[in-house]
Every structure is written in C-alpha cells, then in structure tokens.
T-cell receptor
Framework: EAQVTQNPRYLITVTGKKLTVTCSQN?????MSWYRQDPGLGLRQIYY???????DKGDVPEGYKVSRKEKRNFPLILESPSPNQTSLYFC?????????????FGDGTRLSIL | SQQGEEDPQALSIQEGENATMNCSYK?????LQWYRQNSGRGLVHLIL?????REKHSGRLRVTLDTSKKSSSLLITASRAADTASYFC???????????FGGGTRVLVKP
C-alpha cells in the first residue's frame, strides 16, 4: 500500500532533549517536506527536499534540521527542543516538485515539549 | 505570511445542504489544490485546478478558480455527515518549490 509513515505518532519530552521524528515513503517520490500545524495558523512548511542530498528551508525552519540521505527517508531533527515547538507535525511527499502534484501526507506526530 | 486564506473559518450546515468555502491567494500561481483533513489526521488531496481552468468537478465537489481575483471556491453538494472535516487550499508560487496552505475552513455537517 502506498503510504507515508511517521514515527512516533505521539511524544512527550522535555526541553533540550534531542529528538528525531522519522518519515518514510514507499512511492519513490522525489519531493518530501515537513509541516507543523498550530491552531489558528494552519500548516506551515518547515523544510522540504527536492531529492537526495537536496534540502531547503520552508517558512519556519528555525530550531529544526533535516537530512535526505536516501530517497525514501526524510527525518526531522530537533537538536534542542523548546516548548514553542509543541505542535502537530506532518510529513508529506509527491512524485515531483509540488507545483501541480498532489501531496501524500502521513498521519501526523503530536509532540509535546515540557 | 500565508499564500492562501480560507473563508469562512467555520461553517455549520445540515446534512443534504451545500457547503461553499473560498480561498484567496496573493501571487501568481500555476495551479491550486484543495485538501481535506479529518480531525487530527493527515491531509487528503481532493482536487487540483490549473490556472488555465475556470471550473472543475469531482463527484460532489466543484471547484472554481478566478485568477483575476486570485481566488478559488470549493462547493460540496448534498453534504453528508462524513464530510465533517477541515478543508484547506494550497498553492505554490509559479515555478516555486514551496507549498503554502491556508488556515482552513472547519465544516460541520449535522445529521
């Protein structure tokens, strides 16, 4: 089944403790991206990747890192999480550039940073 | 700033009625997409309309695009309780790689 898989689905952690949210897609998509969703602010793009070893900042990249060593995986790294990063996070992918391509979303990761 | 802005923010209707929501955007686009999100879940792609199209249909969905006004509308006809969800429009700037979503319209369909 074609899907985007995020792990973990839920995480409660403390300020400063490094964490990684994994994202994997099995559709051989070139484009992958991360979003955070906050009440009243909609979805905001954090980082995106056009292909392996090609990443770029979205609208809210501060405090986050990503890597794209393999086509299928696009982990989101919070080196030193802070409470303002408490949010619902989504990974998405599309075959090519998002212009004109439907995005396939994971089910989300709810992060709580205490 | 958000490229797409949906209006209204929330909508409550009875089953069987039509639901209409609007999206406005700021820059030139090649296409616009609409997505649905059930509570706490990932977004699901509904329909894509290209800048050279004015109207598109998919089942009970009808999307219009007015590039002169930089706006789009999504109409759900004969709504069902299962249509209860948030609906988002999404755009990329022409030749861009960044995807921007609006704040969404929350639709409640009462049985």
């Amino acid at each position: 089944e074609a899907q985007v898989t995020q792990n973990p689905r839920y995480l409660i952690t403390v300020t400063g403790k490094k964490l990684t949210v994994t994202c994997s897609q099995n559709m051989n998509h070139e484009y992958m991206s991360w979003y955070r969703q906050d009440p009243g602010l909609g979805l905001r793009q954090i980082y995106y990747s056009m292909n392996v070893e090609v990443t770029d900042k979205g609208d809210v990249p501060e405090g986050y890192k990503v890597s794209r060593k393999e086509k299928r995986n696009f982990p989101l790294i919070l080196e030193s999480p802070s409470p303002n990063q408490t949010s619902l996070y989504f990974c998405a992918s599309s075959l090519l550039t998002p212009d004109g391509q439907p995005q396939h979303f994971g089910d989300g990761t709810r992060l709580s940073i205490l | 700033s958000q490229q797409g802005e949906e209006d209204p923010q929330a909508l409550s209707i009875q089953e069987g009625e039509n639901a209409t929501m609007n999206c406005s955007y700021k820059t030139s686009i090649n296409n616009l997409q609409w997505y649905r999100q059930n509570s706490g879940r990932g977004l699901v792609h509904l329909i894509l309309i290209r800048s050279n199209e004015r109207e598109k249909h998919s089942g009970r969905l009808r999307v219009t695009l007015d590039t002169s006004k930089k706006s789009s509308s999504l109409l759900i006809t004969a709504s069902r309780a299962a249509d209860t969800a948030s609906y988002f429009c999404s755009t990329t700037e022409a030749a861009g790689n960044k995807l921007t979503f609006g704040g969404g319209t929350r639709v409640l369909v009462k049985p």
